[in-house]
Structure formats: C-alpha cells, structure tokens
C-alpha cells in the first residue's frame, strides 16, 4: 500500500520526500544519542567559541582549516543555540543536501521511481552512515554534502555540453577490422534530461550507422561472422539494451529503446561496457586535457 502511494508521486515529490525521511531521521539519531564528541570535535567547538567572539587570529591558530568551526560559528550567532547543538543543525542540513545530491545522481543515470526508493532505503538503512557516522559531530558530513553535490552538477555540465541550446552532442568511431572508417560527431536534435536519455539516443545513431554499413558489407558479397560489438560506457543504458520488462515514459526513449533492443535481440550488434577511460569515442563529444585526447588518439591510430 505504501509502495504504490510512493510511486503514484512524481520523481521531484518522491526525491523531496526521501530528503524530508532523511532529515527526520537525522533528526531522532542525533536526538537519541545527543552527537558523539571526540577530541577533533573539542577543537571545532573552541575555534567557533573564538570566531564568535570575533578572535579569528586565534582560532586560525588553532587548525589551518577554518571552514566548519566558522560555520557553527555562524549558526550559532543566527540562532544563539549552543555551540554543540549548532553543530548537531549543521550536520542535520549536511544529511539532507548528501540525501537530495545523491537521489539526484541516480536520475541523472536514469533512473525511475523504483529505483529512486531502493536507493534512498539502501542509504537510510546503511547502519555505518546512519548508526556511525550522522551522530559524530565532525565535518565529514559535510564533505559528502560537498562532494556529492559537486558531482551532481559535474556530471550536468557535461551530460548538456553545449551552453546556448544545452544539446548533448552524439560521438560514434566505426572500426573494420581494426581500422576506424567512421566517425560521427554531431549535437542531437532534441534535448534530453538526463545522461541516460541523451546516451540511449547515442546509442540508436550508433545502431542504425552499423546497421547501414552492415548491409553495404552484404551487398558487396563480405561475408559477416557475428553481430557487430557496440561499446558504451553507461552501464544502464548496456542493461536496459537487454532487458524486456524495462519501463521508459519518455516517448523518444521508448523508440531509441525499442529500436535497439530489435537490433539485439536479431542478433545484429551484440551491446557490452566499456569504461570512460577507454571509450575512444569521447574524443568526439566533450573537450579533454590534452594528455588525455593524445591517449586515446594513439589507441585509434596506432
């Protein structure tokens, strides 16, 4: 019963509401157990006893890394709680942002509501970040919040690469033998989402390119031993290649879905993983340090 009224949200009202689960939850872990203090949080306490006080010098003094202890400082000038209590407030908000960046990762990567609320019961029921970790009143909270919501908008700043029309551009490089005889490059002419979407519509492009060099190849009497390998470096997109039952809402990636499951599934191209590293194809979608375009060059041309 629960199940279905959490899947009759939207994903925006289901992300917003494991965030609120995660906040409430927080809010009882850290209530019940009142913070655990060690001699690293003694340190942050007293720095923002200083910077309260207005006596920076001296809690810089202290440790090189300010940050954190001026930010209890801070809540705790705002609200005039206790220094303790204004830590156990920021760890409570670091908890909600690292709940919120990471349900937002998982759409990113496409995924739908089922997925959405196996990921936020597989991170509030993790016994080390909840039963450990949320109630230590240090600021590595705060570094997941940080990392994990710079990783969110790393992953939209190249999933919409291009900044006027915020179009995901499609990269394929066609190998024979051995040897590259196609490459595309190419923005897609509609704008999708999230990476899945954008790299599901890659891979229909890269479908239909083999599918046509495959006929000019029987046409010409070459004779095909197998079906042609197609590499991508999105694991859900290579899974839900082979998976029947998969649901897609979106109607462009319900036909670039249907359109290469067909392919697999006759047996034409045969779809597999291949990590970021090694993904030659990347050199025709997004810019890269040069040490790294001149790796991948050499893997296509040596």
């Known amino acids: 019963m629960l199940l279905k009224k959490l899947l009759s949200l939207s994903e925006n009202q289901l992300q917003k509401f494991i965030t609120l689960l995660a906040v409430l939850i927080a809010c009882q872990v850290i209530y019940t157990q009142h913070g655990w203090i060690n001699d690293d949080s003694v340190l942050y306490f007293e720095m923002a006893r200083l910077f309260s006080m207005g006596e920076w010098k001296q809690g810089v003094a202290m440790f090189s890394w ?9 809540v705790h000038q705002l609200t005039r709680f206790e220094i303790q209590t204004s830590a156990q407030v920021l760890n409570v908000l670091f908890f909600a942002i690292t ?6 990762l998982i759409r990113l990567a496409g995924g739908n509501k089922t997925t959405l609320i196996c990921g936020g019961f597989l991170l509030l029921s993790s016994a080390y970040i909840v039963g450990d970790v949320l109630p230590m ?3 590595d909270q705060g570094f997941w919040a940080a990392f994990l ?7 939209r700043f190249y ?3 291009d900044k006027v029309t ?3 551009r499609t990269g394929v490089l066609v190998f024979l033998n051995r040897a590259p005889i196609v490459w595309y490059s190419k923005k897609q002419n509609s704008i999708e989402s999230s990476t899945f979407g954008s790299e599901f519509t890659a891979m229909k492009t890269g479908v239909e390119i083999t599918e046509g060099l495959r006929y000019k190849l029987r046409m010409m009497g070459v004779p095909l031993d197998g079906p042609t390998h197609v590499k991508a470096d999105n694991m859900s997109v290579v899974k839900n290649s082979s998976i029947p039952e998969s649901m897609l809402k979106k109607k462009s ?3 670039a879905y ?3 499951r067909e392919r697999a599934a006759s047996g034409a191209v045969a779809i597999s993983y291949e990590p970021t590293g090694a993904n030659v194809a990347d050199m025709l979608t997004k810019i890269q340090p040069g040490p790294v375009r001149k790796r991948l060059v050499r893997m296509v041309l040596c």
């Open 99 to 104: 709940t919120y960046s990471f349900i937002s």
């Open 159 to 161: 999933h919409a690469g």
């Open 66 to 74: 300010p940050f954190y202890p001026a930010l209890i400082s801070a």
């Open 258 to 260: 249907h359109y290469v």
């Open 166 to 168: 915020r179009r995901s």
């Open 137 to 139: 009143l240090m600021r």
């Open 149 to 155: 919501t710079s990783l969110v908008y790393f992953t």
């Open 253 to 255: 990636n319900s036909i």
